[in-house]
């Protein structure tokens, strides 16, 4: 009983919890394109389409895999030896929605440098772009390992691979919050309200690179403790969609950061709408304060739009 705990029950836990990261998704995508993508080019509302298609593809797999080794396979132990084909391939799944997020937090890393900070608008995106690819490489490696070499204890021997894939991936997370959360502690102009956004601006970015970079190394210190066991995997299974989310929340916040940002200090319904972080805060005084910090989001987004109209 307890190593079937250690196993398909770790393994059924985490796929529920990357359902209900699912239809979070599903909800947020929803959101997205009914209202909050007007503002985008067509090459961004795409990409934005094909990570939720992503994200579907792999929750399919995903409960592929519990019902081969739940149902199909019932009472037939040995089948817990050799991963399936949906897991494994969920794996490149994950690493293509991963490095797809990553590589947008380094733009939004780039945009919030500015001109004043040449060094840092090039050094910080590249490396959070290697590491991306670091992760990328080696976890889509393992995955193709697993397909040759058919049993989790064969994969024990090329473990290297996803040690350096959960360990670039805790670096990449914790590089990217801690990049946003300066350059915005560095924007603040001292004017009561619009610090008041930039400080829960950098509430939102602590808590989301925090909540994928203890993700990963869940994942990693689970597969170092327990390599024959499914922990790991469990966990592996939410991280792609905390991702997803974290973008798309992002996306999804820009309506009511604006309405904050132009609110009457005695309008206390606007003070209390909910934020998240930034994509284009109007011409008021605070706004242009902050400059090029708070427009970053519109100038990417836009240049997807000329490129695709190109």
Same mark, same amino acid.
Request: glycine share 6%; proline share 2%; with cysteine.
């Given at each position: 009983?307890?190593?079937? %705990?250690?196993t398909l029950g770790a393994a059924f836990l985490g796929c529920l919890a990357a359902a209900i990261l699912y239809g979070v998704?599903?909800?947020?995508?929803?959101?997205?394109?009914?209202?909050?993508?007007?503002?985008?080019?067509?090459?961004?509302?795409?990409?934005?389409?094909?990570?939720?298609?992503?994200?579907?593809?792999?929750?399919?797999?995903?409960?592929?895999?519990?019902?081969?080794?739940?149902?199909?396979?019932? #009472?037939?132990?040995?089948?817990?030896?050799?991963p399936t084909w949906s897991l494994l391939a969920g794996v490149y799944l994950t690493n293509i929605s991963d490095i797809i997020? &990553? $590589?947008?937090?380094?733009?939004?890393?780039?945009?919030?440098?500015?001109?004043?900070?040449?060094?840092?608008?090039?050094?910080?995106?590249?490396?959070?772009?290697? /590491?991306?690819?670091?992760?990328?490489? @080696?976890?889509?490696?393992?995955?193709?390992?697993?397909?040759?070499?058919?049993?989790?204890?064969? /994969?024990? %021997?090329?473990?290297?691979?996803?040690?350096? =894939?959960?360990?670039?991936?805790?670096?990449?997370?914790?590089?990217?919050?801690?990049?946003?959360?300066?350059?915005?502690?560095?924007? &603040?102009?001292?004017?009561?309200?619009? %610090? =008041?956004?930039?400080?829960?601006?950098?509430?939102?970015?602590? @808590?989301?690179?925090?909540?994928?970079?203890? $993700?990963?190394?869940?994942?990693?210190?689970?597969?170092?403790?327990?390599?024959?066991?499914?922990?790991?995997?469990? /966990?592996?299974?939410?991280?792609?969609?905390?991702?997803?989310?974290?973008?798309?929340?992002?996306?999804?916040?820009?309506?009511? /950061?604006?309405?904050?940002?132009?609110?009457?200090?005695?309008?206390?319904?606007?003070?209390?709408?909910?934020?998240?972080?930034?994509? &284009?805060?109007?011409?008021?005084?605070?706004?242009?304060?902050? #400059?090029?910090?708070?427009?970053?989001?519109?100038?990417?987004?836009?240049?997807?739009?000329?490129?695709?109209?190109?």
């Amino acid at each position: 009983m307890t190593e079937l %705990d250690g196993t398909l029950g770790a393994a059924f836990l985490g796929c529920l919890a990357a359902a209900i990261l699912y239809g979070v998704t599903s909800v947020q995508t929803f959101l997205y394109f009914q209202g909050h993508s007007s503002q985008d080019g067509l090459f961004f509302k795409i990409a934005i389409f094909g990570l939720w298609a992503v994200d579907t593809i792999h929750i399919a797999f995903t409960a592929h895999g519990m019902y081969y080794y739940l149902v199909t396979s019932f #009472g037939m132990f040995e089948v817990l030896l050799a991963p399936t084909w949906s897991l494994l391939a969920g794996v490149y799944l994950t690493n293509i929605s991963d490095i797809i997020v &990553r $590589c947008f937090f380094a733009m939004r890393v780039y945009l919030l440098c500015g001109r004043s900070r040449p060094i840092l608008r090039v050094f910080l995106p590249m490396v959070i772009i290697v /590491l991306a690819l670091i992760v990328f490489i @080696n976890g889509n490696a393992f995955a193709s390992k697993g397909f040759v070499l058919k049993t989790f204890a064969k /994969l024990n %021997d090329v473990s290297f691979f996803l040690y350096t =894939s959960f360990a670039a991936a805790v670096v990449a997370d914790t590089l990217v919050a801690l990049s946003l959360c300066t350059l915005l502690f560095n924007s &603040r102009t001292g004017i009561k309200r619009t %610090d =008041s956004v930039v400080t829960v601006i950098m509430a939102f970015i602590i @808590n989301t690179g925090l909540l994928t970079s203890v $993700c990963a190394m869940g994942c990693l210190v689970t597969y170092a403790i327990w390599p024959t066991k499914f922990i790991f995997i469990g /966990l592996y299974f939410a991280l792609s969609k905390l991702y997803v989310n974290s973008l798309l929340a992002s996306l999804n916040a820009r309506a009511s /950061l604006r309405i904050r940002d132009q609110a009457d200090p005695t309008n206390f319904e606007a003070a209390a709408t909910p934020i998240v972080f930034p994509t &284009r805060m109007t011409n008021t005084s605070a706004s242009t304060a902050m #400059g090029d910090n708070v427009k970053e989001m519109d100038t990417f987004q836009n240049s997807g739009s000329s490129r695709s109209s190109s």
